[in-house]
């Protein structure tokens, strides 16, 4: 396998006690868009840090390309970098912006200004070479600040939240943008981001943090489809979660029993013993009303929030409330009312155990 990144038993740890990243191992091939997801405090922003040179792990060696990067400070690593502020210098103009980095590296006005002229162009900002980052709006000024990480042709670039100050609709745009150069460029791009939907939308392989760890990694339809730990379920997308009780298991499933009695087949994930609570989770849009599936279940509707496209109804299962079915406008029944009860079921595949989270 061609790996141009691996990090090997890293750790990090500001007090000398409590460490932010705990053994970190993870490979990420050339040409691969890889996004490290999580929310705050999860290890994924010092990680791109310490990869980036602006720290230094505790413990453990970071690779580029097979060789170590310790003793490499940030500037020699051949690595692009996009920040969520932009980073911009205010008192250059745009192109003075982008020839930065090549000044840097000694490169000869010549080809310095060709680079620059081949950054704008790929960016759609040759129009705007001699402005000032003021003059610009925010989508402008982040267009700027990818072409100032790509202008060098580095081997690796790496995005903080590059997204995060805009607005939903340009943020959608620059994502098919990044999606697109990386494809054409043939980058290999490390992410990071706390939003689901941008990290299923762009990678490759999504990186799940928690606590300093890396709950799953996986392809995006992988971590949607096939959570293997209940915080990955919850924190990708929307997600129902029945407590239950471990009852037994075949090949592949296991039987829990819900506090009313009702029996439960689901894909086998946790490994648990007769006794043991499992969390049962499944995707609000693969509840299905109606008896089709398996064993049909009983739920009171407790809310409906209509969103045009879409109904989401809050239910009550078996007890336990909170219980979220997505539906298509199309299919709702006007009988339906709050109050009232219907019977839901699921295909067996669609029902995960995973462990009953702590977080």
């Not at 903080?160 to 805009?166: N, S, Y």
Request: proline residues 5%.
């Amino acid at each position: 396998m061609n790996h141009l990144v691996s990090f090997k038993n890293i750790q990090k740890t500001y007090d000398g006690f409590r460490p932010v990243v705990k053994d970190l191992n993870l490979d990420i091939k050339e040409g691969e868009f890889v996004t490290l997801l999580g929310p705050s405090g999860s290890g994924k922003t010092t990680s791109l840090m310490m990869l980036a040179g602006f720290e230094t792990p505790t413990h453990g060696e970071i690779f580029l390309k097979d060789k170590p990067l310790h003793n490499l400070p940030p500037h020699k690593r051949d690595i692009g970098m996009v920040f969520q502020n932009y980073a911009l210098f205010p008192h250059m103009t745009i192109e003075q912006n982008l020839a930065f980095p090549l000044s840097v590296r000694k490169m000869n006005s010549v080809d310095r200004r060709e680079k620059v002229r081949r950054a704008l162009d790929m960016v759609k900002l040759t129009d705007l070479a001699k402005r000032y980052p003021a003059q610009m709006s925010g989508g402008q000024q982040q267009r700027v600040a990818l072409a100032r990480a790509l202008v060098f042709e580095p081997k690796l670039v790496l995005m903080d939240e590059p997204l995060g100050a805009l607005d939903k609709q340009l943020r959608e745009h620059m994502q098919l943008e990044i999606k697109h150069l990386h494809k054409q460029l043939g980058l290999t791009v490390v992410y990071v981001t706390h939003d689901q939907s941008e990290a299923l939308t762009m990678s490759d392989r999504v990186a799940v943090f928690n606590d300093g760890v890396i709950q799953q990694i996986d392809s995006p339809a992988a971590i949607y489809e096939a959570p293997t730990k209940s915080f990955v379920a919850q924190f990708i997308g929307e997600n129902n979660t029945l407590i239950a009780t471990f009852v037994s298991r075949d090949e592949s499933h296991t039987i829990a029993r819900l506090a009313d009695g009702s029996l439960i087949r689901a894909i086998s994930v946790v490994g648990a013993k007769p006794g043991d609570q499992v969390a049962l989770c499944i995707r609000p849009e693969r509840v299905v009303v109606g008896p089709a599936g398996s064993t049909p279940l009983t739920a009171r509707i407790q809310e409906y929030i209509y969103l045009g496209d879409h109904v989401r109804m809050i239910t009550e299962v078996a007890g336990q409330a909170n219980f979220m079915i997505k539906l298509p406008a199309s299919q709702m029944d006007s009988s339906w009312t709050v109050g009232s009860s219907i019977s839901v079921s699921w295909a067996p595949e669609h029902i995960r155990a995973l462990d009953v989270s702590t977080h």
